[in-house]
Nanobody, 124 residues
Framework: QVQLVESGGGLVQPGGSLRLSCAAS????????MSWYRQAPEKERELVAS????????NYADSVKGRFTISRDNAKNTVTLQMNSLKPEDTAVYYCNAVGTSRVRFNFFPNNYWGQGTQVTVSS
């Protein structure tokens, strides 16, 4: 079964840092683009950062650019979000997301997997 398990969330003071990790299993991790999303209470889920399957290209939301770094280790089936200079507005549940395809003979099937999320709270 497919699993994405986030870890590393918690309470941190403004200006502090956290490192989120996502452990993937049940699919061919190296074939999937990975992303981190977040959702604050009463707000829409938003894309924070994404990385291509081989790790060569990354994208970031303007609000986190220069502060957050996404990376992946395809040998360990993990994706990481390093968050520095955290602000109260970064408070949200952070979700790991995987997008890719599976193949059966000549047919390709799109897949979109989500983790359960990990809470990040930035507060004094």
């Amino acid at each position: 079964q497919v699993q994405l398990v986030e870890s590393g969330g918690g309470l941190v003071q403004p200006g502090g840092s956290l490192r989120l990790s996502c452990a993937a299993s049940g699919f061919t991790f190296s074939d999937y683009a990975m992303s981190w999303y977040r959702q604050a209470p009463e707000k829409e889920r938003e894309l924070v950062a994404s990385i291509t399957s081989a790790g060569g290209t990354t994208n970031y939301a303007d609000s986190v650019k220069g502060r957050f770094t996404i990376s992946r280790d395809n040998a360990k089936n993990t994706v990481t979000l390093q968050m520095n200079s955290l602000k109260p507005e970064d408070t949200a549940v952070y979700y790991c997301n995987a997008v890719g395809t599976s193949r059966v003979r000549f047919n390709f099937f799109p897949n979109n997997y989500w983790g359960q999320g990990t809470q990040v709270t930035v507060s004094s």
